[in-house]
């Protein structure tokens, strides 16, 4: 079983759909993170979880709702989302926050179309 | 400003040969980490390899290799003896470690490398 897993690998939907991004991570870790990858931008950070606490929320539209229900496993609910939104969905995990050395590993990523 | 900066949007290497991805940051803390990241087409951000601002040696992990000068703030990537599958985007990254709560990682744009048979 690989590190960090996600599921669906692709996702297309329409702006009145709701659907849900799966991550889970096999590693132990404490901390788990939503990033989007858009065309030519840096990776933003969406939300980073810690012990199943919500510890980061950076300034996401309401229309993504995390969800976290254990250290393991780390949800992205979706709905009414807008054609801008379609972009690379990146699930990640650490082993915590506590220092500049937690590496980051990431999951394969969802490619979520909005049309 | 920009924490990262990634000069380079594309670079071709001749299989077999080493390239250098360039790498510069911004950052006013003491203590930091810089990682780096690749990238392939199937969109999995794999880890390679990471340098601590207190390390005095640069890192090395297998063929890759990182040029660390902490004077200039750059954190080049080298990769040694080129091979096809090594043809990705590489990402340079950091986390200040002054931060407190979330480990938030700083992202360059990114830097495509094809090589070339």
């Known amino acids: 079983e690989t590190g960090v897993t996600q599921t669906p690998r692709h996702l297309v939907m329409g702006m009145t759909n709701k659907k849900s991004l799966k991550c889970e991570q096999h590693l132990g870790h404490n901390a788990m993170y939503w990033y989007k990858q858009s065309a030519k931008k840096p990776l933003e950070l969406m939300f980073v979880?810690?012990?199943?606490?919500?510890?980061e929320n950076n300034s996401v539209p309401s229309r993504f709702s995390p969800e976290c229900p254990n250290s393991s496993h780390l949800f992205l609910h979706l709905h009414t989302l807008q054609p801008e939104d379609s972009a690379l969905y990146l699930c990640?995990?650490?082993?915590?926050?506590?220092?500049?050395?937690?590496?980051?590993?990431f999951g394969p990523g969802t490619r979520l179309t909005v049309l | 400003a920009q924490k990262i900066t990634q000069t380079q949007p594309g670079m071709f290497v001749q299989e077999k040969e080493a390239v250098t991805l360039d790498c510069t940051y911004d950052t006013s803390d003491q203590s930091y980490g810089l990682f780096w990241y690749k990238q392939p087409s199937s969109g999995e951000m794999i880890f390679l390899i990471y340098?601590?601002?207190?390390?005095?040696q640069n890192a090395t992990e297998g063929r890759y290799s990182l040029n660390f000068q902490k004077a200039r703030k750059s954190a080049n990537l080298v990769i040694s003896a080129s091979q096809l599958g090594d043809s990705a985007m590489y990402f340079c990254?950091?986390?200040?470690?002054?931060?407190?709560?979330?480990?938030?990682?700083?992202f360059g744009t990114g830097t495509r490398l094809t090589v070339i048979p």
């Open positions: 340098q601590g601002s207190y390390d005095e």
């Open positions: 990254a950091m986390r200040e470690g002054a931060q407190t709560g979330a480990n938030n990682l700083f």
């Open positions: 979880y810690s012990l199943e606490e919500r510890v």
């Open positions: 990640a995990s650490s082993q915590g926050l506590a220092d500049s050395t937690d590496t980051q590993y």
